[in-house]
Each structure stands twice: as structure tokens, then as C-alpha cells.
């Protein structure tokens, strides 16, 4: 069965870091574009970032410089460090396999059931 | 940055009626348009690509259209199961694809 299950989040304070992992069953993540997206308590969907299978990473200008997507191939596992926490970061994160990139675009079709990080003193 | 706007916010249905839902881009974004649904308490879930492909799964009462600018999805007969929120997201411009507010499905 194709499965993601996050992990790593909790209450931090302002400035603190905090890492979320992503573990995948079913497909392997470094043959896979893999994305984090967050939803703020309340709100929408908002895409955080992207891991390409070469490697490559690209971040939403929210959290560009203070987040970091990783993976670690020998485990299956995605990771999102984030530091410099803000209350603005509060939300729950999700991870996903992004099949929208050229020329597939074919959605994201795997979710996680989230992690809940909440920035707060 | 593409901005996609949903609406209505909120839409009142009945068991068995028909439900439209739109989803507008402040730019084309050709057919990179996807949807998805999320219930309470649970991560979203892709129901249809490519403005009109639905994923693996997904009954026929779903289906898509549009191109460009304006989108639709339409559940053709609402079910218990389908009462949650819609989200529309466009990822012409990936990876920083943009998700719609999106629309709440309601029990009228």
C-alpha cells in the first residue's frame, strides 16, 4: 500500500527549529518529486516546498533561507527542518507526492495525514 | 504569483442535487488545474488533473472543465460522503503551484 506518515511536530517558541519527517511505504521518495504543503488553523492550502528526484529544491518565498526539504534515501524518509519558527509557521504539514511537474502533471496524489506544529510562547 | 479564486465560499446542497463550483486564475494556466476534496480532520485528497482527468478512483459523479482562466468541478448527484471543502490548485507555474481558498459543500 502506498502510504506517507509524518511525524515531528509539536509546540516550539518563537525562533526555536523544529525537523517534521515523512516516511513512505509503497514507492520509493528519491525516484519522486516529493512536496511539503501546510494549512494554517482555519485556512487554505499553501505549498511550502519541493524535493526533485535529481535533488534539486525550491521553497515558497515565505519560508525561503529559514526552511530546508531533505531526504534521507536509505530510509524513505522526507524531511522539513525549519528554523527561525514564527507564529506565522503555525499550521498543520502535510507531505506529498507531487506528479505536477512537467510533463506529467498529474497531481498530487499521495497525502499524509499531517503534523501539527503550533509557534507559540 | 498566480492567485485562484473560488466560489461560491460556502454552497448549500441537498442529498442527490447538483453541485457546480468554480475556480478562476488571475492569469491562464492552461489545463494545470487539479482539484481536491478534504474532510475534517483529514488531509486533502486529488480527485481530478489536468482540469478534466479524474484520479484513480474517484467516482464519475466528479468531473472537471474549464481551461485558461475559468474552471469547473461538478458533482452530478451530491452523496453523503461528498459533503467537505474543494480546493482547487493551479501548477502552470510549478513547483510554486497556488491553491484556491476554496469551497465549503454543505448539507442545505
Known amino acids: 500500500e502506498v502510504q506517507l506518515v509524518e511525524s515531528g511536530g509539536g509546540l516550539i517558541q518563537p525562533g526555536g527549529s523544529l525537523r517534521l519527517s515523512c516516511a513512505a511505504s509503497?514507492?520509493?521518495?528519491?525516484?519522486?518529486?516529493m512536496s511539503w504543503v501546510r494549512q494554517a488553523p482555519g485556512k487554505g492550502l499553501e505549498w511550502v516546498s519541493v524535493?526533485?528526484?535529481?535533488?534539486?529544491?525550491y521553497y515558497a518565498d515565505s519560508v525561503k533561507g529559514r526552511f530546508t526539504i531533505s531526504r534521507d534515501n536509505s530510509k524513505n524518509t522526507l524531511y522539513l527542518q525549519m528554523n527561525s519558527l514564527r507564529a506565522e509557521d503555525t499550521a498543520v504539514y502535510y507531505c506529498?507526492?507531487?506528479?505536477?511537474?512537467?510533463?506529467?502533471?498529474?497531481?498530487?496524489?499521495?497525502w499524509g495525514q499531517g503534523t501539527t506544529v503550533t509557534v507559540s510562547s | 504569483e498566480i492567485v485562484m479564486t473560488q466560489s461560491p465560499a460556502t454552497l448549500s446542497v441537498s442529498p442527490g442535487e447538483r453541485a457546480t463550483l468554480s475556480c478562476r486564475a488571475s492569469?491562464?494556466?492552461?489545463?494545470?488545474l487539479a482539484w481536491y476534496q478534504q474532510k475534517p480532520g483529514q488531509a486533502p485528497r486529488l480527485l481530478i488533473y489536468?482540469?478534466?482527468t479524474r484520479a484513480t478512483g474517484i467516482p464519475a459523479r466528479f468531473s472537471g472543465s474549464g481551461s485558461g482562466t475559468e474552471f469547473t468541478l461538478t458533482i452530478s448527484s451530491l452523496q453523503s460522503e461528498d459533503f467537505a471543502v474543494y480546493y482547487c490548485?493551479?501548477?502552470?507555474?510549478?513547483?510554486?503551484?497556488?491553491f484556491g481558498g476554496g469551497t465549503k459543500v454543505e448539507i442545505k
Open positions: 506529498a507526492r507531487d506528479r505536477n511537474y512537467p510533463p506529467v502533471r498529474h497531481g498530487m496524489d499521495v
Open positions: 509503497g514507492f520509493t521518495v528519491s525516484s519522486n518529486y
Open positions: 524535493i526533485y528526484s535529481g535533488g534539486s529544491t
Open positions: 492569469q491562464s494556466v492552461s489545463s494545470n
Open positions: 489536468g482540469a478534466s
Open positions: 490548485q493551479q501548477y502552470n507555474n510549478w513547483p510554486r503551484g497556488t
